[in-house]
T-cell receptor, first 114, second 112 residues
Framework: DAEITQSPRHKITETGRQVTLACHQT?????MFWYRQDLGHGLRLIHY???????NKGEVSDGYSVSRSNTEDLPLTLESAASSQTSVYFC?????????????FGPGTRLTVL | TQLLEQSPQFLSIQEGENLTVYCNSS?????LQWYRQEPGEGPVLLVT?????EVKKLKRLTFQFGDARKDSSLHITAAQPGDTGLYLC????????????FGTGTRLTVIP
């Protein structure tokens, strides 16, 4: 069955370190998204991609970067981790060219920055 | 400032009670979706509403899209412990838009 996976599921790191969170989907979806989830804010969009070599900034992109070298993967990198980036991170994907795009989510990565 | 505000943020009720969750915005949306998220998992789509005034029913859950397409509500009848979770609304600003704007979320606990 097609799925979307994230790794690691839990990560503890120190302030200033570079961290990369992996996202892999086997739906063959063109669109992929990274969100962070914090209490009282719901899901906020960090970066998104509509296809290979395409990346775009979301509403909370500062301090984060992504790259899309193939359809299946969209890794999220924190260049220099900060305590404010402690959060739960979700990756999602969706079909392109659909009128009402359902997003399929991964199980999340809980990141703690000490 | 979130584009979509949900209320209440937290809701704790007894099994068998009815409840309504609200999702409001000052912006007009082409479509609106409701997701449910259980602990340790990602959100899962429940329903999409696309027409102003539209009402959709999913067993004990009733979803309504406001006439002006700026708001939506989720009503649960005779809540059960299995309804416990985080409910998120999400809107698309135009038809075919790939990006969704998510609401602030309502955490529901149904006590047996």
């Amino acid at each position: 069955d097609a799925e979307i996976t994230q790794s690691p599921r839990h990560k503890i790191t120190e302030t200033g370190r570079q961290v990369t969170l992996a996202c892999h989907q086997t739906w063959n979806h063109n669109n992929m998204f990274w969100y962070r989830q914090d209490l009282g804010h719901g899901l906020r969009l960090i970066h998104y991609s509509y296809g290979v070599q395409d990346t775009n900034k979301g509403e909370v992109s500062d301090g984060y970067s992504v790259s899309r070298s193939n359809t299946e993967d969209l890794p999220l990198t924190l260049e220099s981790a900060a305590s404010s980036q402690t959060s739960v991170y979700f990756c999602a994907s969706s079909v392109d060219s659909s009128s009402y795009n359902e997003q399929f989510f991964g199980p999340g990565t809980r990141l703690t920055v000490l | 400032t979130q584009l979509l505000e949900q209320s209440p943020q937290f809701l704790s009720i007894q099994e068998g009670e009815n409840l309504t969750v609200y999702c409001n915005s000052s912006s007009v949306f082409s479509s609106l979706q409701w997701y449910r998220q259980e602990p340790g998992e990602g959100p899962v789509l429940l329903v999409t509403v696309v027409t102003g005034g539209e009402v959709k029913k999913l067993k004990r859950l009733t979803f309504q899209f406001g006439d002006a397409r700026k708001d939506s509500s989720l009503h649960i009848t005779a809540a059960q412990p299995g309804d416990t979770g985080l409910y998120l609304c999400a809107g698309a600003l135009r038809t075919g838009a790939n990006n969704l704007f998510f609401g602030t979320g309502t955490r529901l606990t149904v006590i047996p």
